[in-house]
């Protein structure tokens, strides 16, 4: 192993200890160790990850709920200073970031870029809304001239859990939204990011971020699961798959009963999303954004656009135009600054995929429009890489798609004018509501869809990915998501509790100090 010397490393982090052991039976055991390999090319070790387990998880979460009392106390302001040095620090540590945004998640340098430049964002952002919270104080008066107000207050300790496919923006994202609000955290990255997610809770605590406000665990399910199940916590911030979402939730409803606390969650699941073509779009606009939208991030983003729903006038110039494009994709080296589109992230991932694409292949009403091969500017061993080519397939059906698939496949629709309403319901009847891409010249149509569709984020004769903090709060409705929306203004005060303070006219001092006390 000892050209590992050079590579990343993680461990869990709890009150500020690397943890490589844990204890059974009386003895010391070491923790799982694995190996990441470059998802397109796998001679190319990131690094080694040593995985938590259910008994450390338990301690973490422990850790997190001890530290709660000493973290609410820090004055929003000096939270807020944290989380801005955190994104002075992320900007300073960019080439590093950089690289493991390729090496390990796959990312080409574009999407590179934007995830710390998101990541930034939601620190300097969530700063601003700790502060604002902090001012904000909703004081009433009765006509006896008694006083009350409304506070807002943390609300404990969170558990958070994030994705492979945004490995540091939703990663750091979740965290520090949760700590602006005072609660403490247990951050479990997605098992496939660890070393980036690593890597950026070392810069929270060179920010200044306390050892006891954010444990850091890493691993799979059994350690999501153990986090879950904890009854001392309240909430769990979660991004990832619409079942992993109803599993948690379970866990969560199943464990509170023992306690009497219902925790909150907040989840950011799957979609199934669709961009609207009426024949008055400019087919060359269209087409450069359906691409970006379905194959930018080789297609791993919950927003991408899975189904094209063209209106049959112009259906067959579209599909055209769209071949061509999609034969101008660069697939490949995802290093390489020309690649349109990288790997996928694992081998699991492309074999769903793949297997999708061979059901569509022998689906008597499905039909292949098109497939970018690998790039040979670029070219990596096939077998030593998880790539899935851009494809693009006609559907006559929303339902043959059967659910999302998450990557570089594009779903084609023609639909009829006089059907547009019928569309929309098949759209809204998956149950997903994440994007929706309209694209029309006629405002009132555009306006119809937007009225009619169900759906937390749409976009008007543009792209449907690429959602920017504070510019547009992201998040759906339905199997997408519980809300409230992240980079938004409804997000931090969700993860902090409203406290109700009345006074009596007569001793407002005296009746403040009890209120406190208790
Ligand atoms: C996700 O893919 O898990 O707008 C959600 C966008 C991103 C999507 C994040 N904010 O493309």
Not at 274 to 283: E, F, K
Not at 473 to 496: E, Q
């Amino acid at each position: 192993d000892s050209h590992l010397d050079n590579t990343w490393s993680a461990a869990p982090v709890i009150n500020g200890q690397a943890v490589n052991t844990f204890e059974q039976d009386g003895a010391n055991q070491p923790l799982d160790s694995h190996t990441v390999r470059a998802p397109w090319n796998h001679n190319v070790i990131a690094g080694k990850v040593q995985y938590a387990n259910a008994e450390l998880a338990r301690q973490a979460i422990d850790a997190a709920v001890a530290g709660q009392a000493k973290w609410q106390a820090v004055p929003a302001s000096e939270r807020a200073a944290i989380l801005r040095k955190t994104a002075d620090l992320y900007e300073e540590n960019y080439a590093e970031l950089m690289a493991l945004c390729q090496i390990e998640a796959g990312k080409t340098t574009q999407d590179s870029i934007d995830e710390i430049k998101e990541a930034v964002d939601f620190c300097r952002f969530y700063a601003d809304e700790a502060e604002r919270l902090n001012d904000i104080t909703h004081e009433f008066t009765d006509l006896a001239g008694k006083q009350s107000r409304q506070v807002y207050k943390a609300r404990g300790t969170f558990v958070c859990i994030s994705p492979w496919n945004f490995p540091l923006a939703i990663y750091t994202g979740q965290i520090v939204a949760a700590l602006a609000a005072g609660n403490t955290v247990v951050a479990k990255p997605a098992e496939q990011t660890s070393l980036i997610a690593h890597f950026g809770a070392k810069l929270m605590y060179q920010a200044g971020v306390p050892s006891e406000a954010l444990q850091f665990v890493t691993g799979a399910g059994e350690v999501g699961g153990a986090l879950t199940a904890a009854d001392n916590l309240s909430g769990v911030i979660f991004t990832g798959s619409t079942q992993t979402a109803q599993r948690i939730n379970q866990s969560l409803n199943d464990h509170a009963q023992a306690n009497g606390e219902l925790p909150i969650l907040i989840a950011e699941t799957g979609g199934q999303n669709a961009m609207i073509v009426d024949s008055t779009a400019l087919p060359e606009q269209v087409v450069k954004d359906a691409v970006l939208s379905a194959f930018g991030s080789a297609g791993q983003r919950c927003s991408a656009c899975r189904i094209l729903c063209v209106q049959e006038d112009v259906a067959d110039g579209l599909i055209e135009l769209l071949q061509g494009h999609m034969a101008e994709l660069v697939v490949g080296n995802p290093t390489y600054v020309a690649t349109d589109v990288g790997p996928v992230i694992d081998a699991d991932a492309k074999q769903g995929l793949e297997s999708h694409i061979e059901r569509m292949k022998s689906e008597p009403t499905a039909n292949i429009l098109a497939q970018t091969p690998m790039s040979t500017s670029s070219v990596v061993s096939e077998e030593q890489s998880t790539f899935v080519l851009p494809t693009a397939i006609e559907v006559q059906t929303i339902d043959v798609i059967g659910g999302e698939h998450f990557g570089p496949i594009l779903h084609v629709l023609r639909y009829k004018a006089r059907e547009l309403d019928q569309l929309i319901d098949a759209i809204n009847a998956t149950g997903f509501g994440l994007t929706l891409g309209i694209h029309s010249r006629i405002e009132n149509i555009a306006e119809h869809i937007e009225r009619r569709a169900v759906v937390g984020n749409t976009y008007v004769n543009r792209n449907q990915i690429g959602a920017v903090v504070n510019v547009q709060p992201f998040g759906g409705c339905g199997l997408s998501g519980t809300g409230p929306k992240a980079g938004g203004p409804h997000y931090v005060p969700r993860l902090m509790k409203l406290s109700s303070e009345s006074f009596s006219s007569a001793k407002p001092n005296a009746t403040k100090l009890a209120t406190e006390a208790s």
